[in-house]
Nanobody, 122 residues
């Protein structure tokens, strides 16, 4: 079983910075990738950034150059460093991980954290 717990959300002023953390805990064989999503009111959830087991990263165009995803393999934690925040970044940010729970599992499983609120004031 795998649990994901986000932290680091809060209220910041436009132009400010915030770092989100997501820690994976439990018993599992490997984590194939970890991602950050967000959902603003009235909008669909969108993928912001993803980091794979080999360190490759992908970013949504709206955050590329402002947000940086990183991973601490020892702590099984993924981070999202958010700089130059804008009011339109206001959303609930959620962590996602694709996890191979058992060594002989053919298909890995997606797990989600509860989400953390990020609010950017103008």
């Amino acid at each position: 079983q795998v649990q994901l717990v986000e932290s680091g959300g809060g209220l910041v002023q436009a132009g400010g910075s915030l770092r989100l953390s997501c820690a994976a805990s439990g018993t599992f064989f490997s984590v194939e990738y970890m991602s950050w999503y967000r959902r603003a009111p009235g909008k669909q959830r969108e993928l912001l950034a993803r980091i794979t087991s080999d360190g490759s990263t992908n970013y949504h165009d709206s955050v590329r150059g402002r947000f940086t995803i990183s991973r601490d393999h020892v702590k099984n934690t993924v981070y999202l460093q958010m700089n130059s925040l804008k009011p339109e970044d206001t959303a609930v940010y959620s962590c996602n991980a694709l996890v191979t729970v058992n060594v002989d599992d053919i298909i890995p499983v997606n797990y989600w954290g509860q989400g953390t609120q990020v609010t950017v004031s103008p």
